[in-house]
């Protein structure tokens, strides 16, 4: 069974950065495609970033410049980096894993705040 579990959300206040990791298995940096999608009230959940087990990574065009994920097999780590943040991206973070798109195991999902 693959877990995958979050932290680092909360409130930040528009232009701040924020930092969220998620924590998985071995298994997980070792074979499966990783990623982030958010969901916004209102709206469907959509892809944020990936990053593939040979570390390429995509980006959904809103945050292009303004995220990073990083990825470390060897330490298995993974994060993303959100700096420049907007309330547009006001949203509960899933860490993902699992597919070509990384959208096969979910994790509890992480909330982010950005208001003032």
């Known amino acids: 069974q693959v877990q995958l579990v979050e932290s680092g959300g909360g409130l930040v206040q528009p232009g701040g950065s924020l930092r969220l990791s998620c924590a998985a298995s071995?298994?997980?940096?070792?074979?499966?495609?990783m990623g982030w999608y958010r969901q916004a009230p209102g709206k469907q959940r959509e892809k944020v970033a990936i990053?593939?087990?040979?570390?390429?990574?995509t980006y959904e065009d809103s945050v292009k410049g303004r995220f990073r994920i990083l990825r470390d097999n060897y330490k298995r780590t993974m994060s993303l980096q959100m700096t420049k943040l907007e309330q547009e991206d006001t949203a509960v973070y899933y860490c993902?894993?699992?597919?070509?798109?990384?959208?096969?195991?979910w994790g509890r999902g992480t909330q982010v705040t950005v208001s003032s």
């Open positions: 993902t894993a699992g597919g070509v798109a990384a959208d096969q195991y």
């Open positions: 071995e298994r997980v940096f070792r074979y499966l495609n």
């Open positions: 990053a593939t087990v040979g570390n390429i990574t």
